[in-house]
């Protein structure tokens, strides 16, 4: 696989309660991720950004709501989240990550 291309295929972490919960629990991260990325590519992605081990990953693509802006209607954009799953005993510190991509 290419690497510039898997240099992009991560897009941010979720950041949310069930996101957490999932990776105290579970050992499981949440990414956003392009649309048309692959589960092989979410993993090698994450293998090489992260420099884990991962188990696997399981895919989600989340509908757009249908919001009203004054009098037109519009549409929010479609999502898709991997969830990644790592192997026993890896660990991903999401904080640090974001702290140093604060500072670029």
């Known amino acids: ?3 510039q291309r898997l240099m992009q295929v991560i897009l941010a972490p979720v950041v949310s309660e069930k996101s ?6 579970r050992n499981q991260m949440t990414f956003k991720v392009l649309p048309n990325a692959t589960k092989q590519e979410i993993k090698a992605a994450v293998e090489l950004l992260f420099d884990v081990e991962v ?3 399981t895919t989600v693509i ?5 919001k009203r802006f004054g009098r037109t209607i519009g549409r929010r954009s479609d999502v ?3 969830y990644v799953s790592l192997a026993a005993g890896q660990q991903i510190d999401v904080e640090a990550i ?7």
């Not at 957490?20 to 629990?25: G, M, S, T, V």
């Open 62 to 66: 989340t509908k757009g709501k249908v």
């Open 20 to 25: 957490n919960l999932l990776a105290e629990k």
């Open 98 to 104: 974001a702290a140093a991509a604060d500072k670029e």
């Open 80 to 82: 898709k989240k991997a």
């Open 55 to 57: 188990a696997s990953v």
């Open 1 to 3: 696989m290419n690497q």
